[in-house]
Nanobody, 120 residues
Framework: QVQLVESGGGLVQAGGSLRLSCVVS????????MGWFRQAPGKEREFVAS????????YYANSVKGRFTISRDNAKNTVYLQMNSLKPEDTAVYYC?????????????WGQGTQVTVSS
């Protein structure tokens, strides 16, 4: 029933920018923590950024700190990832995830992923 749909990926030159969007259907995300993860070919999935329902409760991986910005619009049931100063090592499939507050687990729902490719 719950579905996450990512969009906004593509191919850009190093130093360029992209904005990813994740629209959630089937539940409201007002009280949920939202996150972005990525996975490059042959590598493990890694954490990128997360944002809680409390404003300012934001975390970033060191590799993207200062370049990426996570934000949310609860009225649109959407989370965003603004990616600036992109590097070739940012190339990966990017996944959106939902962490609900009342379930004894983390990252309960996942999207299908969107491809980001950065050329040198």
């Amino acid at each position: 029933q719950v579905q996450l749909v990512e969009s906004g990926g593509g191919l850009v030159q190093a130093g360029g920018s992209l904005r990813l969007s994740c629209v959630v259907s089937g539940r409201t995300i007002s009280s949920d923590r939202m996150g972005w993860f990525r996975q490059a070919p042959g590598k493990e999935r890694e954490f990128v950024a997360s944002i809680g329902w409390i404003i300012g409760n934001i975390y970033y991986a060191n590799s993207v700190k200062g370049r990426f910005t996570i934000s949310r619009d609860n009225a649109k049931n959407t989370v965003y990832l603004q990616m600036n100063s992109l590097k070739p090592e940012d190339t990966a499939v990017y996944y959106c995830a939902v962490d609900t507050p009342n379930v004894g687990s983390t990252w309960d729902y996942w999207g299908q992923g969107t491809q980001v490719t950065v050329s040198s």
